[in-house]
């Protein structure tokens, strides 16, 4: 990838004063935004806590502004209060610049990004953004990797606008999800790397957006975000509960399916097979798909609300990783419009 010369550095006011400890009252504000010239040219606005800035250069692994960013990185509920996500590596933060640049949003979502002493901003890195050099050891303590040549970049941002958590907002509404045909549903999905490879499968296959019921893990998890490549920040998902989304179905009308390993479930309710067939049949339908988690399945209302569907296999096996399993079905019941563009390929 040809890189770019090395931008000028805009240096943010810091001062000792910012690195004094934070007073216990003082709280994360929420998804942050840019400071207009008037409040101070190049400022971050609370996204990261008001108490602390980035400075221009950072070589202590102690510094606040690192403790900041390791506790993005390990907390779900400080990034929540934040309304902010460290995205770790320089592939999947290039895939959301340009994921942003297509869908023509804002770059503010982009706070700024940590290099590596001696490395280069890359071509097509918002030049808006402040950027922060850092020595090998802070990179390492705020990636939590300790190979700095795996991490040449860390990119904090604030979580989209396509994320909405019904236990803080009740409300469901069209920006949920501006076109609903195709839903994911996670039952209980525990297992990051899972979890972020069925959103990044999910965004491949062009469906609608992804829907969380409870003791799914936070999709903007570390492991979470290095599985699904950047598609936490690109696909539509909201977190709630089966209420929400018996909601959603009715008003959508779509139709639930849950995938299952078994031929019965309890000796009486049997399967569907997934077939051609099938896919045929459910091709113009609005639909709503759920996975369960490996260790507990399906939960008990996911059996009884849905029909179940099952992958035919060879060989006596029993199930298939879940992740793998989502991508057959993601892509077997794709959009119909997207798997004809495909089969014309």
Same mark, same amino acid.
């Given at each position: 990838?040809?890189?770019?010369?090395?931008?000028?550095?805009?240096?943010? /006011?810091? @001062?000792?004063?910012?690195?004094? $400890? +934070? %007073?216990?009252?003082?709280?994360?504000? &929420?998804?942050?935004?840019?400071? =207009?010239?008037?409040?101070?040219?190049?400022?971050?606005?609370?996204?990261?806590?008001?108490?602390?800035?980035?400075?221009?250069?950072?070589?202590?692994?102690?510094?606040?502004?690192?403790?900041?960013?390791?506790?993005?990185?390990?907390?779900?509920?400080?990034?929540?209060?934040?309304?902010?996500?460290?995205?770790?590596?320089?592939?999947?933060?290039?895939?959301?610049?340009?994921?942003?640049?297509?869908?023509?949003?804002?770059?503010?979502?982009?706070?700024?990004?940590?290099?590596?002493?001696?490395?280069?901003?890359?071509?097509?890195?918002? /030049?808006? @953004?402040?950027?922060?050099?850092? $020595? +090998? %050891?802070?990179?390492?303590?705020?990636? &939590?990797?300790?190979?700095?040549? =795996?991490?040449?970049?860390?990119?904090?941002?604030?979580?989209?606008?396509?994320?909405?958590?019904?236990?803080?907002?009740?409300?469901?509404?069209?920006?949920?999800?501006?076109?609903?045909?195709?839903?994911?549903?996670?039952?209980?999905?525990?297992?990051?790397?899972?979890?972020?490879?069925?959103?990044?499968?999910?965004?491949?296959?062009?469906?609608?957006?992804?829907?969380?019921?409870?003791?799914?893990?936070?999709?903007?998890?570390?492991?979470?975000?290095?599985?699904?490549?950047?598609?936490?920040?690109?696909?539509?998902?909201?977190?709630? /509960?089966? @209420?929400?989304?018996?909601?959603?179905?009715?008003?959508?009308?779509?139709?639930?399916?849950?995938?299952?390993?078994?031929?019965?479930?309890?000796?009486?309710?049997?399967?569907?097979?997934?077939?051609?067939?099938?896919?045929?049949?459910?091709?113009?339908?609005?639909?709503?798909?759920?996975?369960?988690?490996?260790?507990?399945?399906?939960?008990?209302?996911?059996?009884?609300?849905?029909?179940?569907?099952?992958?035919?296999?060879?060989?006596?096996?029993?199930?298939?990783?879940?992740?793998?399993?989502?991508?057959?079905?993601?892509?077997?019941?794709?959009?119909?419009?997207?798997?004809?563009?495909?089969?014309?390929?």
């Amino acid at each position: 990838m040809p890189m770019a010369a090395t931008p000028t550095l805009r240096p943010v /006011s810091f @001062s000792l004063a910012n690195l004094s $400890s +934070p %007073s216990p009252n003082i709280r994360c504000q &929420g998804r942050g935004r840019r400071v =207009s010239d008037s409040e101070g040219e190049g400022q971050l606005a609370p996204s990261s806590p008001p108490f602390l800035r980035p400075p221009a250069r950072i070589t202590s692994a102690f510094n606040p502004f690192v403790k900041h960013c390791v506790k993005l990185r390990i907390s779900s509920s400080y990034r929540r209060s934040c309304g902010s996500a460290l995205v770790v590596g320089l592939t999947p933060i290039l895939e959301i610049c340009r994921f942003l640049k297509l869908k023509h949003e804002d770059y503010s979502l982009v706070d700024c990004l940590l290099l590596v002493d001696g490395a280069e901003a890359p071509e097509g890195f918002p /030049s808006s @953004s402040p950027v922060v050099n850092v $020595s +090998p %050891s802070v990179m390492r303590k705020v990636s &939590g990797i300790q190979s700095v040549d =795996s991490t040449e970049a860390i990119a904090l941002m604030k979580l989209p606008r396509s994320f909405l958590n019904l236990e803080e907002n009740d409300e469901i509404n069209q920006h949920c999800f501006p076109l609903l045909h195709r839903l994911l549903v996670l039952d209980g999905i525990q297992d990051p790397g899972n979890l972020g490879t069925l959103l990044r499968s999910a965004m491949a296959f062009k469906w609608d957006g992804a829907f969380l019921l409870p003791s799914c893990c936070d999709p903007f998890n570390e492991k979470a975000l290095r599985a699904s490549r950047g598609a936490s920040f690109q696909l539509p998902l909201v977190s709630g /509960s089966w @209420s929400h989304l018996i909601a959603l179905k009715s008003k959508h009308d779509m139709k639930l399916l849950a995938g299952h390993p078994e031929s019965t479930v309890n000796g009486s309710n049997a399967t569907r097979s997934l077939s051609h067939e099938l896919v045929e049949l459910l091709a113009g339908k609005p639909l709503c798909l759920v996975l369960g988690s490996e260790g507990k399945g399906l939960s008990k209302q996911t059996v009884q609300t849905c029909e179940l569907v099952s992958i035919p296999m060879a060989g006596g096996f029993e199930s298939l990783n879940v992740s793998v399993a989502g991508g057959i079905f993601l892509f077997m019941l794709q959009p119909e419009t997207h798997r004809h563009c495909v089969q014309n390929h």
